[in-house]
């Protein structure tokens, strides 16, 4: 979309699905430095990328989400706290893993089961997985989106964990991982397996794009919570909610961490769970509902205490599943 031809105004009362976005070219330099990275390994893989509404690879499938508020710098500044381009290829490079592990069936493997485990383990939703916070076992690589743990996942996380590691040039991985045994063996595997597979085709090319942008049918504003109409009647509501929610900084309080961020780690478990808890949801009109309380956190500078994080996310939850409960009652009234 050209922003010289339209107002802003025009612009927050278009379509998502009609934003005409093309990842190929908003993603030039980080996908330059992917693509390098991988032909320097001689990985004959370039997996399909397409603008979804997350980032994630779809189930053994070569197609990889971005997010669409990555394409231009108006969607960026209603997004807020966007990542870097560090941070970007960071995460290119995660997905790329689950890419590669599918495009080559190595989860087929039974040296690459032996190493990871039973890719067919449950899959927990979002953020709800127990972590072992001292273990050597897991390299440490998406620290930025504050879980550093995430490979403790499952054995398909784990994997794509180790590989952006080992993927990275600069990662120096067997220096930074030397007196990490288990973490290093499966670097050491993973470089090992892709000197085995380096100049060879892929297996599997299969393309899905599961939540392309197109096939988001609200406006940018209503996306991003903007509507003025809801706005007006639904803002000093929440407002008083989160603050009696959250911290007001000052009076003494310290070391608070910023509330806006805990809305936004928690948003897509919950998003998921309150969906299929109670029967009527709007998955859209949830995620809306809580980016506006992320936009009022960090618009008032809300906190908690490092300590009371499971406590917030109880009653965050319970919040939210109040509200989506009387908007359903509304609904069908």
């Known amino acids: 979309m050209d922003m010289d031809e339209i107002s802003y105004q025009e612009f927050l ?6 934003l005409e976005l093309d990842v190929n070219e908003s993603l030039v330099p980080s996908f330059k430095r992917l693509k390098k990275e991988l032909r320097g390994n001689r990985i004959l893989l370039w997996p399909d990328f397409y603008f979804g509404n997350e980032w994630g690879c779809v189930n053994k499938k070569i197609s990889i989400s971005v997010p669409f ?22 995460t290119l490079r995660h997905e ?9 069936k190595l989860w087929q493997r039974k040296d690459w089961k032996e190493t990871f485990g039973d890719f067919h383990k449950k899959y927990r939703d979002g953020y709800l997985y127990r972590v072992n916070p001292w273990s050597k076992s897991y390299v440490r690589h998406l620290h930025y989106l504050g879980d550093p743990h995430y490979a403790q996942k499952h054995p398909d996380e784990d994997w794509a964990e180790t590989f952006a590691i080992w993927l990275d040039p600069r990662s120096h991985w067997g220096v930074k991982y030397r007196n990490w045994p288990t973490a290093l063996e499966k670097l050491s595997y993973v470089d090992r397996l892709m000197e085995e597979i380096a100049g ?9 794009q599961d939540g392309m942008y197109t096939t988001i049918e609200e406006t940018v504003s209503e996306w991003w919570g903007l509507d003025g109409e809801i706005l007006d ?23 608070l961490l910023p509330a806006w961020k805990l809305v936004r780690k928690y948003a897509r478990p919950l998003t998921e ?6 029967s009527g949801s709007n998955k859209h009109t949830v995620r809306k509902r809580l980016r506006q309380w992320e936009a009022i956190c960090r618009n008032e500078s809300l906190g908690y205490l490092p ?15 109040y509200y989506v409960v009387d908007g359903v009652h509304h609904f069908r009234s």
């Open 233 to 255: 009647q639904e803002l000093q509501e929440y407002l008083t909610d989160m603050n009696e929610l959250f911290i007001k900084p000052g009076n003494g309080w310290r070391n």
């Open 13 to 18: 009362t278009t379509k998502i699905s009609d």
């Open 96 to 104: 790329t893993g689950h890419a590669v592990n599918y495009a080559y």
């Open 273 to 278: 769970r309150v969906g299929l808890w109670i």
């Open 200 to 208: 060879k085709e892929p297996l599997n090319l299969e393309k899905k």
């Open 69 to 90: 508020y990555l394409a231009m710098p108006e969607l960026k500044d209603l997004e807020g706290d966007t990542p870097t381009n560090e941070e970007i290829i960071k």
């Open 307 to 321: 300590e009371d994080e499971a406590r917030k996310l109880i009653e965050l939850t319970t919040l939210l599943t």
